[in-house]
């Protein structure tokens, strides 16, 4: 059916519904999933990275997922309906990066309650999990964390969709997932990104056969941009989960084949593990900035740590120093390496007692400002951050409501290992814990004991949706993908809007720094220009220069005007209506 014949049908079934009731609502799924058609990146023009609307907007690192997103905002769903279409559908076409094994963090701002709400369904470790568990012969193998069955955490993601959607959607589950379902099942257009990591992961890939056969071709070569790929074991997953989710995947079909695989392979995820994993609602926290309310989650996010770094640089007068200019960029790599310091004590609330309303209070802000001001440098070894999996997207509705939602299976594709007759990609989110006190995980972060692996509790992120009002109206929200470097993204991205005044696309174009404090080394993108890094190297900095850091999106927020923005670093969309 053509695209416009479709949407003459949508008003006249929309009228209909409260009349045929269910049968309409199964006709209205698959109206939207018709709209959702594969995108060629071959044959036509690159999907739009920046976009106006005037009803909505749908920011995702997948133009399919986020048109998915806009189709459900046009068949009247709202924003949370929009952002879990969205996420189902990403989930199907960053498959490295996201998905029904992994699990993420959702900020919610419902405009009428004028509410902000805060989604917990990060992964989990299993409950037989122990701090030494990845040690062999006396010696830490992070190898064990990142690659393989031990690795696996408990899926999150589908409690924390169907928690969402009850609570504040309007849609049913099979609504949500019909354009997710639609990809899997005809396919979708790899995109240069996802054949980058496919090409990348090749070697990895060949050795599962579930990932084998759906990403490599007959001859085990990588797929290529541009390449229809055809998940029809995942369509066939999410169309069996019905309209109860939770029911199918923690206590039914879905977690018996995955309790199977697991005692299979050697892991450690249980019947009890899935039957018992919840989604948390938490308090969101909040900082100041200027005239602006910044919104975060709170831990196992470090949205505190970007409120944190926000407030040290509160009233610093940035727009006067210039965006990106070197005594801007000092001061931030100053601000970041002490933000990630404090890092170190932020963890699972459940487990260890994070302070966090105190790490928030003017005192301790004003105390991480003055050490930014008289650092005490550390030696720099050298490491680069570079991408990783994980996915950000962002939803702003006609009614004010606004979704900043971000979701993983933290590395690239996850474990490397899938659940074959699921189509279901295993996260490896336990390399988020410390491995071992005092031993870098992939993102070279240093684990200590706040952050030790424990059964049943949930691995520190760096993970960071936020939204930031004014008046006490959303003006704009971000996030990001790329393990670390999301928390530095995510506070250049909001300064660049705050402060600096750019649009979300220029905002998210702006090259990036990046500073975490161990090790001790400035990465910057090899677009930030010469000048700009040898002023830095004069100030004593070490540089690292890397092609491209991690993938922030933006939207900023007017009465009638969406500005959103993908960030061509990963590629995706935004798309407004
Ligand atoms: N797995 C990436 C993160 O949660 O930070």
Known sequence: MAVSKALMLIPRRTQLFAAYGR???????????????????????????????????????????????????????????????TELAVGVTNPAACGIGGGGFMLIYMAKAHHFYALDYRETAPLMARPDMYMRNGKPDEDLARDGILGVGVPGEIAGIDAALRRFGTMKFQQIAAPAEKLAADGYVASPHLAKEIEMLAPKLKLDPGLAQVFLKPDGSAHNAGDTIVAKNLAATLKGLGDN????????????????????????????????????????????????????????????????????????????????????????????????????????????????????????????????????????????????????????????NVVALTTTINTVFGAKMSVPALGLILNDEM?????????????????????????????????????????????????????????????????????????????????????????????????????????????????????ELGAVGAITIAPANFRGAADARKGGGAVGY
């Open 23 to 85: 049968t309409l609502i199964v006709a209205l799924a698959i109206a939207i999933a018709m709209l959702v058609a594969p995108r060629s990146y071959a044959d036509s023009a690159a999907p739009e990275t920046s976009a106006v609307g005037v009803h909505g907007m749908v920011v995702s690192e997948s133009d399919d997922a986020a048109h998915a997103g806009v189709e459900i905002l046009k068949h009247g769903g709202n924003a949370v309906d929009a952002a879990l279409a």
């Open 431 to 547: 390399d988020d814990f410390a491995v071992a006190p005092g031993v870098p995980n992939a993102y070279h972060l240093e684990g200590e004991r706040a952050n030790e692996v424990r059964g049943g509790k949930r691995p520190l992120s760096s993970m960071t949706p936020i939204i930031v009002t004014k008046n006490g109206a959303p003006v704009m929200t971000t996030g990001g993908s790329g393990g670390p470097t999301i928390i530095s993204g995510v506070l250049q991205v909001t300064l660049n809007i705050l402060a600096f005044h750019l649009d979300a696309g220029s905002a998210v174009a702006e090259p990036r720094i990046h500073e975490q404090a161990a090790p001790d080394v400035v990465i910057v993108e090899q677009a930030m220009p010469a000048a700009t890094r040898s002023a830095l190297e004069q100030m004593g900095y070490k540089l690292r220069v890397v092609p």
């Open 245 to 400: 989710p939770v029911a199918s995947f923690y206590h039914g079909e879905v977690a018996a084949a995955l309790v199977e695989f697991m005692k299979a392979h050697g892991g450690l995820v249980s019947a009890a593990d899935l039957a018992n994993y919840r989604p948390d609602w938490r308090d969101p926290i909040h900082h100041r900035y200027e005239d602006y309310d910044v919104y975060a989650m709170p831990p196992p996010s470090s949205g505190g740590v970007v409120l944190e770094m926000l407030g040290a640089l509160d009233s610093g007068h940035l727009a006067g120093l210039g965006v990106n200019s070197p005594p801007y960029l000092a001061r931030l790599i100053e601000v970041m390496r002490q933000g990630f310091i404090d890092r170190e004590q932020y963890a699972d609330p459940a487990f260890v007692g994070v302070q966090i309303q105190k790490l928030l209070t003017d005192d301790n802000i004003q105390q991480l400002r003055e050490r930014a001001l008289h650092p005490k440098k550390s030696p720099p070894p050298a490491a680069a951050a570079h991408d990783h999996g994980t996915t950000n997207l962002l939803v702003a509705d006609k009614d004010g």
